[in-house]
């Protein structure tokens, strides 16, 4: 038996478990999420939220400058 046919068995043979292989599609899926965390994070951290700053406005006028 090759040792990636091995089978570990836990939980009293409840779970088992295998040496195996991370197929492609996920790994496209694994970047596509990293990528588009990049971008979120780079895009849309901080900015305005609690605590706004009017920048220009009158500090009486709820006007947001974006």
Request: zero cysteines.
């Amino acid at each position: 038996m090759s040792h990636e046919d091995e089978r570990e068995e836990y939980g009293g043979g409840a779970i088992e478990a295998r040496h195996g292989y991370i197929p492609a599609w996920l790994l496209v899926v694994y970047f596509v999420l990293a990528v588009w965390g990049l971008y979120y994070a780079y895009t849309y951290w901080g900015g305005l939220g609690p605590g706004r700053i009017y920048e220009t406005a009158p500090p009486d006028s709820r006007e947001v400058i974006d």
